[in-house]
Nanobody, 120 residues
Framework: QVQLVESGGGLVQAGGSLRLSCAAS????????MGWYRQAPGKQRELVAA????????YAIDSVKGRFTISRDNAKNTVYLQMNSLKPEDTAVYYC?????????????WGQGTQVTVSS
């Protein structure tokens, strides 16, 4: 059974920090690169950052480079996103998933996500 459980979001002032966590089922975590995605109101979901099994990272959005850090704990099947110097434009629902997103019954499967709200 596929599981993606995100946590750690919240309301923070601009300049603050949050650390997101995502617990994934072992069946998908062990063999896949993992990523954090986000979807802001009225916008399409977009990839924020990715990390391979070996720890190689890539940040897909220029504005988060130097502020966000993705990491993973393979023993815990967990991926993290440390977000520093948060800006109002980082406000979104954040999701974790494999790269590309896992497919269940012919459709991309997503967890519930975690809301991040940054106030100015």
């Amino acid at each position: 059974q596929v599981q993606l459980v995100e946590s750690g979001g919240g309301l923070v002032q601009a300049g603050g920090s949050l650390r997101l966590s995502c617990a994934a089922s072992g069946s998908i975590f062990r063999i896949n690169a993992m990523g954090w995605y986000r979807q802001a109101p009225g916008k399409q979901r977009e990839l924020v950052a990715a990390i391979t099994n070996g720890g190689y990272t890539n940040y897909a959005i220029d504005s988060v480079k130097g502020r966000f850090t993705i990491s993973r704990d393979n023993a815990k099947n967990t991926v993290y996103l440390q977000m520093n110097s948060l800006k109002p434009e980082d406000t979104a629902v954040y999701y974790c998933n494999t790269i590309p997103p896992v497919v269940v019954s012919g459709r991309n499967y997503w967890g519930q996500g975690t809301q991040v709200t940054v106030s100015s």
